[in-house]
């Protein structure tokens, strides 16, 4: 079974600064996706950024990017321009495609002012 | 428009009560899924429904039953549930096949506590 793991419990980072998430994947598929997902207190998962394996391009949705090393089971998450809004607990996540979804731990970010 | 609706927000029910979770979705998404969340841990995947059919069993108990009655609707029958069976329930839904973008569209969730 795929595992998924976020080393990082709380991460904080400075308003306007840029932070790093980190996450690593356990598989033996060769196609798959990677998402990661934030959710506020208020429990909403909310998508961040979606990354297709087949895909070498690292995905990018403005403030977030990720970096995506595929022979390295890696898929980290940087936000440039932290705001305020962005605390939250993220979790990245793996799907195969049978439709199975499994979650890492997750990290939570705080935002300082 | 990318909601899922779950209904209730928040629900207690004893140990021998029946009760229902609700979640509807009105985006065409042919999989729908059902996740329970302990507090502080990240949603675990109990049961996926493709094209009206149950496509994934998580080896959840039976006390729980979902049921899939059309393309936009999902529910989860409880039953003689455990005080451990209290959680946040998550449902989503996604676009899958050719031209699908496989995103997860979650709910709010339903707060379940079992006295």
């Known amino acids: 079974a795929q595992t998924v793991t976020q080393s990082q419990p709380e991460m904080s980072v400075q308003e306007a600064e840029t932070v790093t998430l980190s996450c690593t994947y356990d598989?033996?598929?060769?196609?798959?996706?990677l998402f990661w997902y934030k959710q506020p207190p208020s429990r909403q998962m909310i998508l961040v950024i979606r990354?297709?394996?087949?895909?070498?391009q690292n995905a990018t949705e403005n403030r977030f990017s990720v970096n995506f090393q595929k022979a390295a089971k890696s898929f980290s998450l940087k936000i440039s321009d932290s705001q305020l809004g962005d605390a939250a607990m993220y979790f990245c996540?793996?799907?195969?495609?049978?439709?199975?979804?499994?979650f890492g731990a997750g990290t939570r970010l705080t935002v300082k002012p | 428009d990318t909601e899922v609706t779950q209904t209730p927000k928040h629900l207690v029910m004893g140990m021998t009560n029946k009760k229902s979770l609700k979640c509807e979705q009105h985006?065409?998404?042919?999989?729908m899924y059902w996740y329970k969340q302990k507090a502080k841990k990240p949603p675990e995947l109990m049961f996926v429904?493709?094209?009206?059919?149950?496509?994934i069993n998580e080896s959840v108990p039976s006390r729980f039953s979902p049921e899939c009655p059309n393309s936009s609707l999902l529910n989860l029958h409880l039953h003689a549930l455990q005080p451990e069976d209290s959680a946040l329930y998550l449902c989503?839904?996604?676009?899958?096949?050719?031209?699908?973008?496989?995103?997860?569209?979650f709910g709010a969730g339903t707060r379940l506590s079992v006295l």
């Open positions: 989503a839904s996604s676009q899958e096949g050719a031209g699908g973008s496989y995103i997860q569209y």
């Open positions: 598989t033996s598929e060769s196609d798959y996706y």
């Open positions: 990354q297709e394996a087949y895909k070498q």
């Open positions: 996540a793996y799907r195969s495609l049978l439709g199975d979804m499994r």
């Open positions: 985006m065409g998404h042919r999989a």
């Open positions: 429904y493709s094209y009206e059919k149950l496509s």
